[in-house]
């Protein structure tokens, strides 16, 4: 058995892969090639998720009529070591060999349905090149449908901080030598698997930054009674940045992990902290009965202080309670079309959501809500180079994120339009165009 491995290199690509035979032409020798085993993995996607292998088994002979190819060819899909899909590539056409020595496109062969696997491919043809030493190349184009959200569970580690706390945190180094480190901090009851089909995906990262997402008291049910503010967790993740001795490091703050930074930035100030990525917070989220229209827009307060009271005696009743209120939330922060084409990837995601501890979860919340972000942080200016992120569909409106932009005079805003599936988690229903524009800004700014 032989085994090529293959990496590619755009989404859509030509895989190469050769065998040197001893077909000799003028003899009518019978070759029969067996069990060669060609394998690739799917451009952005992490091998460790997706691979594919084809396990070519032919006859090819030389005869009166001419040459012939009579393939059968099976695909096998791999999710890591786990075999999940294997298909028949059937009904190959017959050709003439070309005596000038161009491939001859013996067939073609098209599959959608990979068995739930999430990925498409469409193997277009299986033409083979002859070169002057009658070495036989084998050429098999592949196309990743690009709606594909690489979303893979997180392997987390845990972190003890000085109150005996337990934080659970994703590490990954980089492929070269670090340019710096990306420091994550997810939202209220978010999971770092959320993050997944972005670190997935982006080959930039992958090669020149450590990633650390770090999340917030009572992860995994740890029974964190104390400290659930976002002044707390500001001083953990000072204290996690400190542990691991973190540089150069770009804080990319999602929602309330964003304004963990608002809450740390007068204790850690500006040196420490290169870059900053604001996701999708608001600035004021309680309601005050004399905000105007234009003032709910601009700080996107979206609780009165009776949505915001329901929604913490729900979480505060039980374990049971805060998991039937996070079940009946976490599907609103998503589109339409990510509920309806991806219910699986959400469902992960709920059950992920569902791990924090009940006290933990329904005490920093509260606190959250009641927080004027404006006065605590935004009135003095954010120096860094920062990227903003809103959303068209988020359930906060992008006004908001406009009108922040203002407190951050070295900054870039980027707002997700609807057809972009701008929701308040635009990062995992459009990882892609995320990609594009988080490599931009630690590119250019």
């Known amino acids: 058995m032989t085994e090529l491995i293959v990496q ?23 070759l029969t090639i067996t069990d060669c085993l060609y394998q690739t993995v799917i451009q952005g996607y992490d091998p460790q998720i997706y691979s594919i292998r084809t396990n070519i088994k032919k006859q090819y002979f030389q005869g009166g009529t001419g040459d012939k190819f009579d393939p059968e060819i099976k695909v096998f899909i791999y999710k890591g070591t786990e075999l999940v899909s294997v298909l028949n590539a059937k009904n190959f056409l017959n050709s003439n060999l070309n005596p ?3 491939y001859i496109p013996y067939g073609q062969y098209t599959c959608t349905d990979f068995n739930g696997t999430g990925v498409f491919v469409n193997m277009t043809q299986f ?6 030493n009658n ?15 690489a979303y893979t569970e997180l392997p987390l580690k845990k972190f003890l901080t000085n109150d005996n706390a337990t934080l659970y945190y994703y590490e990954r180094k980089a492929l070269s030598t670090p340019v710096g480190t990306i420091l994550i901090l997810p939202g209220w009851s978010q999971d770092p698997s959320e993050f997944s089909a972005v670190l997935n995906t982006n080959e930039f990262i992958k090669n020149n930054y450590d990633v650390y997402i770090l999340t917030a008291r009572g992860y995994n049910l740890s029974e964190c009674d104390y400290g659930n503010n976002t002044f707390t967790y500001a001083t953990d993740f000072i ?5 691991f001795n973190l540089s150069k490091i770009t804080l990319w703050g999602h929602s309330m992990g964003a304004s963990t930074y ?3 930035k007068s204790i850690l100030g500006q040196d420490v902290i290169q870059r900053f990525i604001f996701d999708d917070q608001g600035t004021i989220l309680l309601q005050n009965p004399t905000f105007t229209p234009e003032e709910i827009a601009n700080y996107s307060a979206i609780f009165t202080p009776e949505a915001m009271f ?11 309670s805060c998991r039937a209120v996070v079940a009946g939330f976490e599907p609103t922060l998503f589109t339409e079309w990510f509920r309806t084409n991806y219910p699986d990837i959400l ?4 059950a992920s959501c569902q791990k924090y501890y009940y006290k933990a979860n329904s005490n920093v919340i509260l606190q959250h809500i009641c927080n004027n972000y404006l006065d605590m942080a935004m009135n003095n200016l954010i120096t860094l180079p920062s990227l903003l992120i809103g959303g068209q569909l988020s359930l906060f409106d992008p006004q908001c994120m406009r009108y922040a932009q203002r407190y951050y005079p070295n900054s870039q805003l980027f707002i997700f339009t609807a057809e972009e599936h701008g929701s308040h988690m635009a990062f995992l229903e459009n990882p892609r165009l995320t990609n594009k524009v988080v490599c931009n800004f630690l590119i250019n700014m």
């Not at 590619?8 to 019978?30: A, E, H, L, M, R």
């Not at 070495?135 to 959200?149: A, G, R």
């Not at 329901?310 to 049971?320: H, I, P, V």
């Open 262 to 264: 608002w809450s740390a």
């Open 310 to 320: 329901n929604l913490y005696n729900g979480l505060a009743a039980s374990q049971e």
């Open 135 to 149: 070495d036989m190349t084998l050429y098999v184009q592949f196309e990743v449908d690009p709606s594909l959200i």
């Open 347 to 350: 469902n992960k995601v709920v």
């Open 239 to 243: 204290e996690f940045i400190k542990a």
């Open 8 to 30: 590619f290199n755009t989404v859509t690509d030509f895989i190469k892969s050769s065998v040197v035979t001893t077909y000799i032409p003028t003899t009518g020798q019978i």
């Open 127 to 132: 033409p083979i090149l002859y070169n002057s």
């Open 100 to 102: 000038e020595g161009d």
